[in-house]
C-alpha cells in the first residue's frame, strides 16, 4: 500500500490538521479501517485522527461519452467548469464555487441555492459496483453514500452559460478570504445559521486565532495558527447558544475528523 505524507495545517482549506501518512487508493483497492477525505475542503482534522485515505491522481479525470460526462471522484470542481465551457455543456458553472473534488461534492449533495450536484446525475461508481442516482438516498446537503467513490456519471446537456457563471461569482461576492472550511453549519429550514450566529452575538466572536468571520457569521476563519480545539470550542458554543435562545439545533456542515470517526 502506498502511502502520501500530508501536513494539513497546509492542505486543509482551514489550516488546521497533523502531518500525518495518509494511505493512497489505487486500482480500485480500499484499504480497511481507514477514513476517507477529498481535498480538505470542508473538515475540521484533530491532531490525533483515524487512519486516513486518499484517492490517487487516477481518479482525476474528466471524459465525455456516448452515456453522459463521466468525471472521477478526484477532479478538482474549477477543472469541471474549464471543460464545460470548452465542450459547451450546461449545469456546471457553479461548481466554479465550490472548493473541492468531485467525491466529496456527491457524498454531501454540495451546491448553490437550488443548484446541487444530484440535480443531473445519472450514476455513481461506488466500492460495490454502480448504482443509479434513483438507487440513493439524498437531499439537502446529505445523502446516504457511506462508502468511496470512484467516479460518475451526468447528462452532458449542451448549453455553457457565461451568465450563470458570473451569477454565481456574484453570490459567493460576500464570502471571507480567510482560511476556513466553507460553510460552518448547514441552514436550519426557512432560516439561515449565519443569521442566528449573529443574533446570539457570535459573529466577529474570537478564540484563540478562531472567529466567526465579520463578513459572513457561518464562516469559521483562521487568521493564522489556529488549533483544532478553539475551532471546536467556537462550533460548541455557537450550538448550545442558539439551541437554548431558539431552540433551534444547528447541524454541522464541516466535517469533524477525530479518532472517535
Not at 476556513?180 to 453549519?185: E, I, K, L, T
Request: hydrophobic share 40%; glycine share 8%.
Amino acid at each position: 500500500m502506498n502511502t502520501k505524507t500530508i501536513d494539513f495545517s497546509k492542505f486543509a482549506s482551514i489550516r488546521i490538521g497533523p502531518v500525518v501518512d495518509v494511505a493512497l487508493i489505487e486500482n480500485d483497492v480500499v484499504p480497511d479501517g481507514h477514513l476517507i477525505i477529498g481535498s480538505a475542503n470542508n473538515v475540521l482534522i484533530s491532531p490525533t485522527p483515524p487512519p486516513l485515505m486518499i484517492l490517487s491522481k487516477e481518479y482525476d479525470f474528466i471524459a465525455l461519452e456516448e452515456d453522459g460526462l463521466h468525471i472521477g471522484a478526484a477532479t478538482p470542481g474549477g477543472r469541471v467548469v474549464s471543460f464545460c465551457k470548452k465542450n459547451d455543456i450546461a449545469h456546471f458553472e457553479y461548481l466554479s464555487k465550490l472548493p473541492g473534488t468531485l467525491g466529496g461534492m456527491l457524498k454531501m449533495n454540495a451546491g448553490l441555492k437550488e443548484y446541487e450536484i444530484f440535480n443531473h446525475l445519472i450514476a455513481v461508481r461506488t466500492q460495490s459496483g454502480w448504482k443509479q442516482k434513483s438507487e440513493i438516498e439524498y437531499g439537502y446537503r446529505k445523502t446516504s453514500i457511506n462508502e468511496v467513490i470512484f467516479e460518475a456519471v451526468f447528462e452532458a446537456d449542451r448549453g455553457y452559460s457565461v451568465e450563470r457563471y458570473e451569477l454565481f461569482n456574484q453570490m459567493r461576492s460576500n464570502q471571507p478570504h480567510e482560511p476556513s472550511a466553507g460553510s460552518c453549519f448547514k441552514n436550519p429550514p426557512n432560516d439561515y445559521a449565519g443569521r442566528l450566529i449573529e443574533a446570539v452575538g457570535l459573529k466577529g466572536e474570537r478564540k484563540g486565532a478562531m472567529s466567526f468571520s465579520e463578513v459572513h457569521a457561518n464562516f469559521l476563519v483562521n487568521y493564522g495558527g489556529g488549533t483544532y480545539e478553539d475551532a471546536l470550542y467556537l462550533i460548541n458554543e455557537a450550538q448550545k447558544r442558539v439551541s437554548e435562545i431558539f431552540n433551534i439545533e444547528l447541524q454541522c456542515e464541516i466535517v469533524l475528523i477525530n479518532y472517535k470517526n
